[in-house]
Structure formats: structure tokens, C-alpha cells
């Protein structure tokens, strides 16, 4: 291992916006490493952006939790889409799933062995990758017995750090090398935060991102009953980015097994499922301001006059005798109705996907 | 600064239109004036902090009915 004087260590810091991710870099770069930053995108990140498609008008500015990290910290980030080699992490989880559709340790181990990988904006590679991992802060992937495995199966081996909690853990190259000073690295473990927020004041930083229940959409209890019907629906475990995207969006309702409707909720979601109208059959509602309604599935004519009524139901004349609604084919061909809409009692929970 | 590109990334959800424009901006050799056009409004706040954060330049930022365009400075990093 180069030590010589004039030799610069590099590192990159898994930064997923969260503050452990922030602490780790910033605790890291003050003892004078090069760090930058890397954010993996795998489709599933909880984002600002999904909040921008349903609420377009919200004053709270959107903003990308990862990029907003780096920029309060000071270090270079690069955002590197992984979303379709990380469809064989979600299918299948050599380490199984979390208590939803989370496959959070081999997520983790996929990511870091994706890190060692990368090359910084300058063109050169990186001598070792931080992490903001605590022993014992989550219950699947971060725990006292995950922590080697993690290290070990990435392929990181001691070329992974993780100053927060370094100090429980066995000596790593940059700390062995004299890169960084062990005594300025952590010994934070279990669940509390509080150390963490106190290192924060300390460090001057004063804001970060808290995403309720995790930044991924594979720990939320609605989204992932999204996936687990699109996956039975189709009788295989596969799904590309598209799916991910419009299981974020709308209302989802399954009336029978062959068909989805994916009803808008809003203006933003209505504006944005606009987009996809050419991909899907669609319904939108003519006598009533209402929301636009994609397909997925085929349609017999009955089912389209079910599809209607449903969709005259979250529109404004819901309460109205009827409602005109124009169905729309994939060739353009449409069809119109004058439909009472359906009852909120004549809808069954059961075809309610959305929580 | 001797070209101007346009990078379409209407359709695509935040951050993807910024992982366009770095992939593009990772291959300039000197600087280049490049326009994203999006979909997303995310783009507004994002592309300016991407700019920030790895040494570019935010030109511009303009939204038309349905699409945003923000005009940057990519500049080498190598």
C-alpha cells in the first residue's frame, strides 16, 4: 500500500441524505482525506420529487436530499443509477427481506461492492469507501453480526470504514495506514440518536433530512402491497422502472385479477400520469372535473362500464345522477358513458390497494 | 466556450435528468454550454445544487407550460 509522502488517500462516502451518512464524510474529510460522495438511484429512493408530482404547489422547496447533504458538508457527489442491476437485489434477496419487501443487507453489500468500483469526477479510483453505518441502529442490516459480512461479501474487506461505529470494529486500512487517526473516529452504537445529533451540533451542522420510515419505498407498508399485487397479478417477480414509478403514483384498484386501474388523486398526479396515456388504455371524465385513470390490463366492454363508474366516483360528480366518461383505447378508438357512480359502499376494501 | 448541446430528459423522474447531464458533463473537455429540458420540475432545484456541489455553473433556469429548461456550464473536472 502506497505511503508514501506524497501519496493523497481518496475516499467515497455512501451518502444517502440522511444525517449518519453526513456525519461519517464530514468526520472523515475533517482529518484532510479527499471524499466525495456517491447516491446510488435504484427506483426506489424516497424523494422530494414524488412529492413534487403530488403536490405542485407546496411552498417547502424539493430538493434532493443527497446533493443537499454534499453541498452542506463540502464534498463532490456524483448520482449513479444502478436501477436495473439492482432488480436481482429485490427479486432475489441472498439475505432475505426485512419485514416488508426491504432487502436492506444485500442492498448494502451491493452497494458498497458497487462503490469500490467507482472512479471520482477527476477520473481516479479510491483507496477506501465510508459508510455512516451504527452497530445496532437497524434491526436487519445493521447489527453487530451483519457488520463483517457486509465488509466481507462487497469485497471492501478493510478497505470499508465506518467512523461512527469504528471503534467496535476490527481495525481498517486507512485507520492501520495512518490515513485517518483512530482516535478521531466513533464508538456510537444501538438505537438512540441523540449521540449523533450532539456530534451534528458539534460539527456546526444544523439541518438534515429525516425521512420517515427510511429513505426506500421497500419499507413502506403501502407501496410494497403495490408491488406484491403487480408481481401476482403478472404470476412472476419482475418489474422495471415504469412499474416503479406508477406504484408511487395515484390511487390503485384491482377489480379482478387481469386488471389495475391507477386513478389520479390530484393535479400533479393527473399531470403526471398524462404522460403515460399512449402506453395505456385510459378513462377520463367529460361532464365533471375528475381524474384521468390509467388501464393496466384489458378491458371487456362490461368491465370498462365498472372501470367508469369507479372512476365517475372520484370525480366532482360523484354525487350527480351520472357522469360522462370517455374511455380510450391504445389505438385512440374512445367510447363514452353516462354512468352513475359507484357508491363508496358498492367499492370493495378489498380491491383497494392503496392504503 | 465553443458549443451548445441540449440534453432531453422529458419523461424521466428526478434525479435521472441529473444523471444525464453528469454522464455528458464527465466527458467535456473543456467547457461546454448544455441545456437540459425536462418534465420534472425537480430539475429546478436539483441541477443548480448539482452545479454547486461539483465545481459547474448554473446559467439558467426557465419554465414553459409543461417543460423546464436549465442551462448550465459544464466545465472539465480532469
Given at each position: 500500500?502506497?505511503?508514501?509522502?506524497?501519496?493523497?488517500?481518496?475516499?467515497?462516502?455512501?451518502?444517502?441524505?440522511?444525517?449518519?451518512?453526513?456525519?461519517?464524510?464530514?468526520?472523515?474529510?475533517?482529518?484532510?482525506?479527499?471524499?466525495?460522495?456517491?447516491?446510488?438511484?435504484?427506483?426506489?429512493?424516497?424523494?422530494?420529487?414524488?412529492?413534487?408530482?403530488?403536490?405542485?404547489?407546496?411552498?417547502?422547496?424539493?430538493?434532493?436530499?443527497?446533493?443537499?447533504?454534499?453541498?452542506?458538508?463540502?464534498?463532490?457527489?456524483?448520482?449513479?443509477?444502478?436501477?436495473?442491476?439492482?432488480?436481482?437485489?429485490?427479486?432475489?434477496?441472498?439475505?432475505?427481506?426485512?419485514?416488508?419487501?426491504?432487502?436492506?443487507?444485500?442492498?448494502?453489500?451491493?452497494?458498497?461492492?458497487?462503490?469500490?468500483?467507482?472512479?471520482?469526477?477527476?477520473?481516479?479510483?479510491?483507496?477506501?469507501?465510508?459508510?455512516?453505518?451504527?452497530?445496532?441502529?437497524?434491526?436487519?442490516?445493521?447489527?453487530?453480526?451483519?457488520?463483517?459480512?457486509?465488509?466481507?461479501?462487497?469485497?471492501?474487506?478493510?478497505?470499508?470504514?465506518?467512523?461512527?461505529?469504528?471503534?467496535?470494529?476490527?481495525?481498517?486500512?486507512?485507520?492501520?495506514?495512518?490515513?485517518?487517526?483512530p482516535d478521531k473516529l466513533y464508538g456510537f452504537s444501538g438505537r438512540s440518536r441523540k449521540p449523533q445529533i450532539e456530534l451534528a451540533k458539534s460539527l456546526g451542522i444544523t439541518e438534515w433530512s429525516q425521512p420517515?420510515?427510511?429513505?426506500?419505498?421497500?419499507?413502506?407498508?403501502?407501496?410494497?402491497?403495490?408491488?406484491?399485487?403487480?408481481?401476482?397479478?403478472?404470476?412472476?417477480?419482475?418489474?422495471?422502472?415504469?412499474?416503479?414509478?406508477?406504484?408511487?403514483?395515484?390511487?390503485?384498484?384491482?377489480?379482478?385479477?387481469?386488471?389495475?386501474?391507477?386513478?389520479?388523486?390530484?393535479?400533479?398526479?393527473?399531470?403526471?400520469?398524462?404522460?403515460?396515456?399512449?402506453?395505456?388504455?385510459?378513462?377520463?371524465?367529460?361532464?365533471?372535473?375528475?381524474?384521468?385513470?390509467?388501464?393496466?390490463?384489458?378491458?371487456?366492454?362490461?368491465?370498462?362500464?365498472?372501470?367508469?363508474?369507479?372512476?365517475?366516483?372520484?370525480?366532482?360528480?360523484?354525487?350527480?345522477?351520472?357522469?360522462?366518461?370517455?374511455?380510450?383505447?391504445?389505438?385512440?378508438?374512445?367510447?363514452?358513458?353516462?354512468?352513475?357512480?359507484?357508491?363508496?359502499?358498492?367499492?370493495?376494501?378489498?380491491?383497494?390497494?392503496?392504503? | 466556450?465553443?458549443?451548445?448541446?441540449?440534453?432531453?430528459?422529458?419523461?424521466?423522474?428526478?434525479?435521472?435528468?441529473?444523471?444525464?447531464?453528469?454522464?455528458?458533463?464527465?466527458?467535456?473537455?473543456?467547457?461546454?454550454?448544455?441545456?437540459?429540458?425536462?418534465?420534472?420540475?425537480?430539475?429546478?432545484?436539483?441541477?443548480?445544487?448539482?452545479?454547486?456541489?461539483?465545481?459547474?455553473?448554473?446559467?439558467?433556469?426557465?419554465?414553459?407550460?409543461n417543460e423546464y429548461r436549465v442551462t448550465v456550464k459544464a466545465t472539465p473536472q480532469r
Amino acid at each position: 500500500m502506497n505511503s508514501s509522502p506524497a501519496f493523497k488517500p481518496r475516499a467515497v462516502a455512501l451518502i444517502s441524505g440522511g444525517l449518519d451518512s453526513m456525519l461519517a464524510a464530514k468526520i472523515v474529510q475533517a482529518q484532510g482525506i479527499y471524499v466525495e460522495g456517491v447516491n446510488f438511484f435504484t427506483g426506489f429512493c424516497v424523494e422530494g420529487h414524488t412529492q413534487a408530482v403530488n403536490s405542485p404547489k407546496k411552498a417547502k422547496p424539493k430538493r434532493h436530499s443527497a446533493l443537499w447533504s454534499a453541498e452542506q458538508i463540502g464534498i463532490p457527489m456524483q448520482i449513479v443509477d444502478i436501477s436495473e442491476d439492482y432488480k436481482d437485489v429485490v427479486i432475489n434477496p441472498t439475505h432475505g427481506y426485512g419485514r416488508l419487501l426491504n432487502p436492506c443487507l444485500d442492498c448494502k453489500i451491493f452497494m458498497v461492492n458497487h462503490a469500490l468500483d467507482l472512479v471520482g469526477n477527476d477520473g481516479k479510483p479510491f483507496d477506501f469507501v465510508i459508510t455512516g453505518e451504527v452497530i445496532g441502529q437497524r434491526p436487519k442490516s445493521q447489527r453487530a453480526q451483519t457488520m463483517p459480512l457486509i465488509a466481507k461479501e462487497s469485497g471492501a474487506h478493510d478497505r470499508l470504514l465506518r467512523p461512527l461505529s469504528a471503534k467496535h470494529l476490527p481495525t481498517t486500512l486507512p485507520e492501520r495506514e495512518g490515513w485517518v487517526d483512530p482516535d478521531k473516529l466513533y464508538g456510537f452504537s444501538g438505537r438512540s440518536r441523540k449521540p449523533q445529533i450532539e456530534l451534528a451540533k458539534s460539527l456546526g451542522i444544523t439541518e438534515w433530512s429525516q425521512p420517515a420510515g427510511g429513505c426506500c419505498f421497500l419499507t413502506d407498508e403501502s407501496y410494497t402491497k403495490k408491488l406484491r399485487d403487480l408481481w401476482a397479478a403478472r404470476g412472476k417477480r419482475d418489474y422495471d422502472i415504469e412499474d416503479v414509478v406508477l406504484l408511487k403514483i395515484g390511487r390503485h384498484i384491482r377489480p379482478a385479477p387481469h386488471y389495475k386501474l391507477i386513478v389520479g388523486r390530484r393535479e400533479g398526479e393527473n399531470r403526471f400520469l398524462h404522460g403515460f396515456r399512449h402506453k395505456f388504455q385510459h378513462l377520463t371524465t367529460l361532464s365533471h372535473e375528475g381524474p384521468l385513470c390509467l388501464v393496466d390490463g384489458d378491458l371487456s366492454h362490461a368491465e370498462r362500464r365498472n372501470a367508469a363508474s369507479i372512476v365517475a366516483r372520484y370525480s366532482r360528480g360523484r354525487e350527480a345522477a351520472e357522469v360522462m366518461v370517455r374511455y380510450t383505447d391504445l389505438t385512440g378508438v374512445s367510447e363514452e358513458f353516462a354512468i352513475q357512480p359507484m357508491a363508496p359502499h358498492e367499492l370493495p376494501a378489498a380491491w383497494l390497494l392503496t392504503n | 466556450m465553443v458549443s451548445a448541446t441540449v440534453i432531453d430528459a422529458r419523461g424521466l423522474l428526478c434525479p435521472l435528468p441529473v444523471v444525464k447531464l453528469q454522464e455528458f458533463a464527465r466527458q467535456v473537455d473543456e467547457a461546454v454550454e448544455v441545456t437540459v429540458v425536462a418534465t420534472d420540475p425537480g430539475v429546478l432545484e436539483d441541477i443548480p445544487s448539482w452545479c454547486r456541489v461539483n465545481g459547474h455553473v448554473h446559467l439558467s433556469s426557465r419554465q414553459t407550460e409543461n417543460e423546464y429548461r436549465v442551462t448550465v456550464k459544464a466545465t472539465p473536472q480532469r
